[in-house]
C-alpha cells in the first residue's frame, strides 16, 4: 500500500488565508522533498530537507521535517490565486536504496 | 536545454496493444525514473535507472519493460496494453547519489487512454 499519505486530499481556501499539508510516512525518511504541479502540468522541485527538525522559508512558503524523520510539513502564508495546483512531497524510505516514493497529494484551490 | 523530453503528448491504444513511450534529457543526468500519475494515488514509481545499462523495478512494475543503452534516453515499453494502464506518465531525471536523491526534473507527462 501507500507509505507514504498526505492530507489533506483536498482543501479550499479564500484569498489571504493560510494552508498547511502535511506528509506522514510509514518508515522513517533519509530526506524529504516538496513539489508542486499546476493543473495539467507537471511536478516541480521546490525544496529539500535533510536534517532531523529542519526548517526552510521560501517567501510565503515553510517547509518543516519532523524529528523523527517521519513526517514534514508545508504551510503557505497568505495564499495566493497564484498558490493553486497539487502539493507533493516525496522521500527516500530509510533501505529503500535510490527509488524516491513520492506522498498521494494534496489539491489547493483558492478562491477570491 | 531541452530539459527532459517525452514523447508522444496523447495516445490511444486498443486493448493488447504495445507501445513504447520514449523520454530523453540532454543533462547528463544518471538517474532516471518513470512514474504514473492517477487520481488520489499521487506518482507512483515504476522503474528507475541509475546509469546506462542498470535499471531496477518501482512500485507497480507489472505490464511495463525498460532499458538503458544510453545516458539520454530511457524508454518505457507497455507488453500488452490493459485499461488500467490508462493514466499520465511521467518521466523524471535527477543527478545521483547512493541512497539519496536530488531535485527531480520532470518531462511534459503522456496522457495515455486504453479502450
Known amino acids: 500500500g501507500q507509505q507514504v499519505m498526505q492530507i489533506p486530499q483536498y482543501q479550499h481556501v479564500q484569498e489571504g488565508e493560510d494552508f498547511t499539508t502535511y506528509c506522514n510516512s510509514s518508515?522513517?525518511?533519509?530526506?524529504i522533498q516538496w513539489y508542486k504541479q499546476r493543473p495539467g502540468g507537471h511536478p516541480v522541485f521546490l525544496i529539500q530537507?535533510?536534517?532531523?527538525?529542519e526548517v526552510k522559508k521560501q517567501k510565503r512558503l515553510t517547509f518543516q521535517f519532523g524529528e523523527a524523520k517521519k513526517n514534514s510539513s508545508l504551510h503557505i502564508t497568505a495564499t495566493q490565486t497564484t498558490d493553486v495546483g497539487t502539493y507533493f512531497c516525496?522521500?527516500?524510505?530509510?533501505?529503500?536504496?535510490?527509488?524516491?516514493?513520492f506522498g498521494t497529494g494534496t489539491q489547493l484551490k483558492v478562491e477570491l | 536545454n531541452a530539459g527532459v523530453t517525452q514523447t508522444p503528448k496523447f495516445q490511444v491504444l486498443k486493448t493488447g496493444q504495445s507501445m513504447t513511450l520514449q523520454c530523453a534529457q540532454d543533462?547528463?543526468?544518471?538517474?532516471m525514473s518513470w512514474y504514473r500519475q492517477d487520481p488520489g494515488m499521487g506518482l507512483r514509481l515504476i522503474h528507475y535507472?541509475?546509469?546506462?545499462?542498470?535499471?531496477d523495478q518501482g512500485e507497480v512494475p507489472n505490464g511495463y519493460n525498460v532499458s538503458r543503452s544510453t545516458t539520454e534516453d530511457f524508454p518505457l515499453r507497455l507488453l500488452s496494453a490493459a485499461p488500467s494502464q490508462t493514466s499520465v506518465y511521467f518521466c523524471?531525471?535527477?543527478?545521483?547519489?547512493?541512497?539519496?536523491?536530488?531535485?527531480?526534473?520532470f518531462g511534459p507527462g503522456t496522457r495515455l487512454t486504453v479502450t
Open positions: 523524471a531525471s535527477s543527478y545521483s547519489i547512493p541512497g539519496g536523491a536530488y531535485e527531480q526534473y
Open positions: 518508515t522513517t525518511l533519509s530526506n
Open positions: 530537507l535533510v536534517k532531523s527538525g
Open positions: 516525496a522521500g527516500i524510505l530509510t533501505g529503500g536504496g535510490n527509488k524516491l516514493t
Open positions: 543533462m547528463n543526468h544518471e538517474y
Open positions: 535507472s541509475v546509469g546506462a545499462g542498470i535499471t
